[in-house]
């Protein structure tokens, strides 16, 4: 019997946000080479996309490359920029077959021009799929999407369009890389790891936490539904009490 039995689905998160994170250590524990492990990472993206299709979740948002992780040794950053050309370009069908329409976030103009094409070209031939929202995070950081927001809008105060007294916590929304994606309900970490990471600060704000021991090549369509599980069973009480909650 699979957990998906044990899914409520009129409760599913609308939102998942995942910091994929472990693929090197899954790598080392094989033996092989760190991107041998990134490799592997492919097919946990394709399990965890395809389990939130089905269910019915329609947001799911990876933090696939950081703006942090262009710190990382060149070879590794070249050929995970090689591996996501590759990967975006073989995962067109199956973004297709199951309604998928995929979009990005963070500082993409800093990928390597061979990667921007690939995404926007993958990116117009989804865009009318309504089944799932796909959002790659990539050289995303979620300080640098604030820093940027503050920018666009003291631009505005600047040119006379709205004054400082019209900026409201809408405002900013209105200004993030994406506003039409709603705020992630649950976000998934991987490899045992206890961080944010700075991914997605301001939307995380009433965010249910769910950490996993499992490195990211071995998470599958089990492991998303155990943490759909885990976030079905928390009681979301954005700073009322229990009682209030139950009461309404």
Not at 83 to 109: A, C, H
Not at 186 to 203: A, D, H, K, V
Request: glycine share 6%; hydrophobic share 35%; net charge positive.
């Amino acid at each position: 019997m699979s957990l998906k039995d044990s899914i409520n689905l009129e409760k599913l998160p609308k939102h998942i946000a995942v910091i994929m994170d472990g693929n090197g250590r899954w790598a080392k524990q094989q033996g092989k080479n760190r991107i041998f492990g990134h490799k592997n990472g492919v097919n946990a993206v394709r399990e965890v996309s395809e389990a939130c299709a089905e269910l019915g979740v329609k947001y799911l948002t990876l933090y696939a490359f950081s703006s942090e992780n262009w710190n990382r040794p060149k070879l590794e950053v070249s050929a995970l920029m090689e591996l996501l050309v590759r990967t975006i370009g073989s995962e067109t069908k199956t973004l297709m077959k199951n309604n998928i329409r995929l979009k990005t976030i963070g500082s993409i103009d800093t990928l390597p021009s061979r990667a921007q094409e690939q995404l926007n070209s993958v990116k117009e031939e989804t865009k009318n799929n309504t089944r799932l929202t796909l959002t790659l995070a990539l050289s995303y950081g979620g300080r640098a999407e604030i820093v940027d927001a503050c920018k666009k809008i003291a631009s505005q105060v600047k040119k006379g369009e709205i004054s400082e007294q019209d900026i409201t916590a809408s405002t900013i929304n209105r200004h993030l890389y994406d506003p039409e994606i709603p705020d992630p309900e649950l976000m998934i970490r991987t490899s045992g790891e206890y961080r944010i990471s700075n991914f997605l600060l301001w939307q995380s704000a009433y965010t249910e936490f769910y950490f996993t021991e499992e490195f990211w090549p071995d998470f599958n369509k089990e492991s998303m539904y155990q943490a759909i599980l885990a976030f079905q069973s928390r009681e979301r009480r954005f700073g009322k009490t229990s009682e209030q909650i139950k009461s309404v």
